[in-house]
């Protein structure tokens, strides 16, 4: 069992999280099915970009750094999936190296985003 992804306080983007949360869960308890987990990639990167909207909606600048750290996930992201594509990689390694580059973003930015509404 996964430890749940920590809460960012703010409910959109916590729902995107145990959203994807899910899907990590899903994968690890029940198939290493191909289809299903090649849905995770454009679906943590429409959470990217979902996040960036909802702070900027709140006429909050989105920080630099972690704009550029999206940018550099999704370089990163998009390799391992032609990785896997390529047989280079197994399922489960590319499982496991996906869930651990969300749950790492999760606690070094994203909870960061909070602190940003009172800014
Ligand atoms: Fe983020
Ligand atoms: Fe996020």
């Not at 992804?5 to 191909?34: C, K, P, R």
């Not at 990639?41 to 909606?57: G, K, L, R, S, T």
Request: proline share 3%.
């Amino acid at each position: 069992m996964w430890p749940n992804v920590a809460s960012v306080g703010i409910n959109a983007i916590d729902i995107d999280h145990a959203n994807l949360d899910y899907m990590f869960q899903t994968i690890s308890q029940e198939t290493e099915e191909e289809s299903f987990i090649k849905k995770l990639i454009p679906a943590f990167i429409a959470h990217m970009n979902h996040e960036e909207v909802i702070i900027e909606d709140r006429e909050i600048q989105f920080p630099a750094d972690h704009k550029n750290e999206h940018a550099w996930m999704k370089i990163v992201l998009r390799s391992l999936e032609k990785e896997l594509a390529e047989d280079s990689i197994s399922s489960r390694h590319f499982f496991q190296e996906v869930r651990s580059i969300f749950v790492l973003h999760v606690l070094n930015f994203d909870v960061n985003l909070y602190s940003l509404k009172d800014s």
